[in-house]
């Protein structure tokens, strides 16, 4: 089963509970080889979503701005994309290369992600997945002009979102958490991952 929004394709509950729980467990070992952080905006602000990320580049921001690097701030190579995430890369990317970076967004009560467009990739015809575990978060996308008509979707744990084509530039965020919504995570919260080519 599969639902349009605004361009994107969100396969709701694609994920079994099972599935889920694997998944979390191997979140927790991309956090163990590379713990969380809390990336500082170009403004030098802290973001309240923590990240950290698997595969051959992590995405990382700081003073200076937005960019994938090769290795965790630590110095460590990041851990490889655990093969339960790159199944559903492989599900629902068509014929797309591997993805080179699998981010990982933990978000806590009240944390957000304003509108932004994902331009730090260097081809954007290769589309973007979504995994989203935990509480539910409210989705909100546009069109690739900031200021345009957007639309809100809930995403709950298990769905899979794949932005591709034309939507593969659309302004989009992460408006708020309902949090305690899920029983998925202990400690409750939403981790969302992100899977991309990056080079
Ligand atoms: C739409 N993350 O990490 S994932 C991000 O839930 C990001 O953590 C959000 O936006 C989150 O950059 C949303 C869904 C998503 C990912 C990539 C996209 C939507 C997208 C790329 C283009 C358009
Ligand atoms: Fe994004």
């Known amino acids: 089963q ?17 599935a889920q729980m694997a998944m979390v467990e ?9 713990p969380f952080f809390s990336p500082l905006t170009p403004w030098g602000k802290p973001m309240r979503v923590r990240m950290t990320s698997a595969g051959r580049f992590g995405w990382w921001s700081d003073r200076k701005g937005y960019r994938y690097i090769p290795t965790h701030p630590s110095g ?7 093969g339960s995430i790159l199944a559903v890369w492989d599900a629902v990317a068509d014929a797309a290369p591997p993805p080179e970076c699998c981010l990982v967004n933990y978000y806590c009560e009240g944390a957000k992600m304003g509108l932004h467009q994902d331009k730090d990739e260097a081809n954007f015809a290769h ?8 509480d539910t978060a409210t989705f909100r996308i546009g069109g690739t002009e ?7 979707i809930a995403l709950k744990s298990g769905d899979v979102l794949v932005m591709g084509g034309a939507t593969r530039l659309a302004y989009h965020g992460i408006d708020r958490i309902k949090f305690g919504s899920s029983p998925l995570l202990p400690d409750g919260g939403r981790i969302n991952l992100t899977l991309r080519v990056v080079t």
Request: positive net charge; aromatic residues 4%.
């Open 2 to 18: 599969k639902v349009q929004v605004g361009g994107a394709v969100v396969y709701p509950g694609a994920l079994s509970r099972d």
């Open 26 to 34: 191997d979140v927790r070992g991309i956090a163990r080889a590379a």
């Open 76 to 82: 460590s190579a990041w851990p490889a994309i655990p």
């Open 127 to 134: 589309p973007v997945v979504s995994i989203s575990l935990g």
């Open 146 to 152: 900031r200021g345009g008509k957007t639309q809100s």
